[in-house]
């Protein structure tokens, strides 16, 4: 899906460990080839040193990583600029999933749908209920804070306007739902950065 990770080197990862006769953890003699992600870190802070400005966009129904880097830069090359902007390492689970896809997931994780919408996740406490716009006043976004059950308990009796559960599917659909506001680097250091990307591969 994306150049960023096809180009990046590998490197041989030890990853397992065993008890010896002693009864201490040892390297076991196992590796493994692995993309070497190290490279991401090196590359965020050539972004940061040089970024003046990040663009903020909200991905739409079904829209691909590589489907906005065409839109925006021109060219699915750049789609590790939206990973990267986004600090995204796992493009499935870290994108936004949409439809059935949602359903499907939320389903697998819970055992279903139903399962989901009836288990808690959380308790929380409002702190600022919602105001709607008005005339003369801005909008002002419901806020809250989590709590443990006692808490919630307490709140059921004496505020209970203020008192929230929140169940897993609510908390699985509102964590997707921030997904979908991303940022994406203005289109003017496109190039800069991809040239930034060569260098670094060429010093590896």
Same mark, same amino acid.
Request: glycine residues 2%; negative net charge.
């Given at each position: 899906?994306?150049?960023?990770?096809?180009?990046?080197?590998?490197? $041989? @990862? &030890? /990853?397992?460990?065993?008890? =010896?006769?002693?009864?201490?953890? #040892?390297?076991?003699?196992?590796?493994?080839? *692995?993309?070497?992600?190290?490279?991401?870190?090196?590359?965020?802070?050539?972004?940061?040193?040089?970024?003046?400005? $990040? @663009? &903020? /966009?909200?991905?739409?129904? =079904?829209?691909?990583?590589?489907? #906005?880097?065409?839109?925006?830069?021109?060219? *699915?090359?750049?789609?590790?600029?939206?990973?990267?902007?986004?600090?995204?390492?796992?493009?499935?689970?870290?994108?936004?999933?949409?439809?059935?896809?949602?359903?499907?997931?939320?389903?697998?994780?819970?055992?279903?749908?139903?399962?989901?919408?009836?288990?808690?996740?959380?308790?929380?406490?409002?702190?600022?209920?919602?105001?709607?716009?008005?005339?003369?006043?801005?909008?002002?976004?419901?806020?809250?804070?989590?709590?443990?059950?006692?808490?919630?308990?307490?709140?059921?009796?004496?505020?209970?306007?203020?008192?929230?559960?929140?169940?897993?599917?609510?908390?699985?659909?509102?964590?997707?739902?921030?997904?979908?506001?991303?940022?994406?680097?203005?289109?003017?250091?496109?190039?800069?950065?991809?040239?930034?990307?060569?260098?670094?591969?060429?010093?590896?």
């Amino acid at each position: 899906m994306s150049q960023y990770f096809v180009n990046l080197p590998t490197t $041989y @990862y &030890k /990853y397992d460990y065993i008890t =010896n006769s002693a009864g201490n953890q #040892i390297e076991k003699v196992h590796e493994k080839l *692995v993309t070497d992600i190290t490279l991401r870190t090196r590359l965020n802070k050539t972004v940061k040193s040089k970024l003046l400005s $990040y @663009y &903020k /966009y909200n991905v739409g129904f =079904n829209q691909r990583p590589d489907s #906005i880097a065409h839109e925006y830069y021109g060219d *699915v090359k750049y789609t590790w600029l939206v990973f990267l902007a986004n600090n995204i390492f796992d493009p499935i689970f870290d994108w936004p999933m949409f439809g059935d896809q949602f359903d499907s997931y939320v389903a697998s994780k819970y055992g279903s749908i139903t399962e989901a919408q009836n288990s808690v996740h959380h308790y929380e406490e409002i702190i600022q209920s919602f105001q709607p716009a008005t005339d003369t006043t801005p909008r002002i976004e419901q806020r809250s804070i989590e709590v443990d059950e006692l808490r919630f308990q307490g709140l059921q009796i004496l505020s209970p306007d203020k008192a929230k559960t929140v169940t897993n599917y609510q908390y699985e659909y509102d964590y997707n739902e921030k997904k979908k506001n991303i940022v994406l680097i203005e289109d003017i250091y496109a190039e800069e950065l991809q040239q930034n990307l060569r260098e670094l591969l060429k010093n590896v």
